[in-house]
């Protein structure tokens, strides 16, 4: 009889598999750069205290500057090449822009990454998402119309490297080792966002603000080169991957459909109460971490009046948080099932549970020590940390119910938060602007009731077995 079973363990940091997380990780950390950059580069494309044009920009000639200035120091000029009349709604309307456009593809492009394979959905995205962001400078002189079609193809673009991702990890990541390959690729997200925000106003201060779309858009090719040389979609097709892991990968994935197939049992999704537990999660999670990532900088400038520089570090330290605890998380997820300590149905329950509730419980608590300067640091660092517990529960809950439809699944999913992300952050703009301090405090108790919901609703219906609709039907033929 072999020795060799599906339990004998392939090689773990040094493996193939981890690369392809390192890399995913590269890429996630790459995208949401190059969507961050309009937040960092607005503040001085739209700098109301430079001279501007009745026109949609004003350009200052650093050649005529400089000979009547020759003190001036560079850096300053390279600041004020353009300065555009965007008035705040129509900002508004550019920063949607890019959540409209992942929304579009981000059901078909799931079902196209099944079908055509994940490496080049995602790579094609990636790459394009790149070129846009490097087009981004010149396409704000000829006016902001294009500019909300460059972020709205952007926006596509990102979504289809988003969904893509949760196909490659149907054939690439073994059962007991998918929180924590997962969790790694999806860190790249919170850090990018921590370096973003750390880097992207010196960036600006030094180079200029083109320079942040130029240099973000230049890794991103970059990114696109590595992804196209090392990715494959099949680990029974990558020719550097050793014997023994490819065997480890493809003994513990024989229980899964490999076959192709031709359509989507949309009928029996919808009656699915599991798969709508997972729908329900992704909407609460999305909810409460739309309303961090996009009022964090006023929040910490309006309630504790901190100055722009300091509110940019405050506001980047809950996103280095937010990466170390999907790390630690999906670490600990895979040593519970490994041991068998934990079923797998109760790890996704219980890292859902703390994924949603000690986030609620931190903004419930905001609104009682805003006079505590420390306390409400510590809590506005742990939101986003303890939400990215999640990674580990309902965000790969797919891959448990349906790995033949994970990417399809994702697709869907990722729809509901951003749908989530929109509502509550035009909830919260109306809320905080009738009054701040009662508006900040019923933004918190909102989203922690909306948190609550979706927690109960999943511990009632989740599960983490392979629906019926899901499994491959053997077809015998006379």
């Not at 149905?345 to 805003?370: D, E, N, Q, Y």
């Amino acid at each position: 009889m072999d020795e060799k079973s599906p339990s004998r363990k392939g090689p773990d940091f040094c493996s193939l598999r981890y690369g392809l997380a390192l890399i995913m990780h590269f890429s996630n950390f790459t995208m949401i750069t190059q969507r961050v950059s309009l937040s960092i580069a607005i503040i001085a494309m739209v700098n109301s205290t430079q001279r501007a044009s009745p026109s949609n920009a004003s350009f200052e000639d650093p050649l005529a500057d400089t000979l009547s200035n020759p003190s001036k120091p560079i850096k300053e000029l390279n600041t004020r090449a353009s300065v555009y009349q965007w008035s705040p709604e129509t900002q508004g309307i550019i920063f949607s822009s890019i959540n409209y456009g992942i929304i579009l593809t981000l059901i078909p492009s799931g079902y196209l990454a099944g079908i055509f394979g994940a490496k080049q959905m995602l790579g094609a995205g990636l790459l394009i998402s790149s070129l846009l962001t490097l087009f981004t400078p010149l396409a704000a002189d000829f006016g902001v119309i294009l500019v909300i079609i460059i972020r709205t193809f952007q926006g596509m673009a990102q979504g289809m490297a988003w969904t893509g991702q949760f196909t490659i990890w149907a054939k690439w990541a073994p059962p007991l080792e998918r929180s924590k390959l997962t969790s790694i690729a999806g860190s790249g997200a919170a850090f990018g966002s921590f370096f973003i925000l750390c880097v992207g106003g010196l960036i600006s201060q030094a180079l200029g603000w083109p320079f942040i779309f130029y240099i973000f858009g230049s890794i991103g090719c970059v990114c696109c080169l590595l992804w196209f040389t090392v990715i494959y979609d099949d680990p029974s097709h990558h020719p550097c991957i050793s014997a023994r892991e490819k065997e480890y990968i493809v003994s513990s994935l024989a229980h899964q459909s490999s076959s192709p197939r031709r359509s989507v049992p949309i009928k029996a999704m919808v009656r699915c109460l599991p798969l709508w537990a997972i729908f329900t999660g992704f909407f609460s999670h999305f909810w409460l971490c739309t309303i961090i990532i996009t009022y964090l900088p006023t929040y910490i400038s309006t309630v504790l009046h901190v100055n722009i520089r300091d509110s940019g570090v405050l506001s980047s330290l809950p996103f280095i948080a937010a990466s170390s605890c999907t790390i630690l998380g999906g670490q600990l997820a895979d040593f519970l099932l490994s041991r068998s300590l934990l079923r797998l149905i109760t790890v996704r329950k219980l890292f859902s549970s703390l994924g949603l509730l000690l986030p609620s419980l931190c903004a419930v608590a905001l609104p009682f020590v805003a006079s505590s300067y420390v306390t409400t640091i510590i809590l506005l660092i742990l939101i986003p940390g303890t939400s990215n517990l999640c990674d580990s529960g309902f965000i790969i809950n797919t891959l448990d119910v349906a790995p033949r439809y994970a990417s399809f699944l994702m697709g869907i999913s990722r729809g509901f938060g951003l749908i989530a992300g929109i509502v509550s952050s035009t909830a919260t703009g109306f809320l905080i602007s009738q009054d701040s301090e009662t508006g900040w405090r019923n933004v918190f108790f909102l989203s922690a009731a909306v948190n609550m919901l979706g927690l109960v609703f999943y511990l009632t219906f989740g599960q983490a077995e392979i629906q019926d609709w899901a499994k491959e039907r053997t077809l015998t033929r006379l």
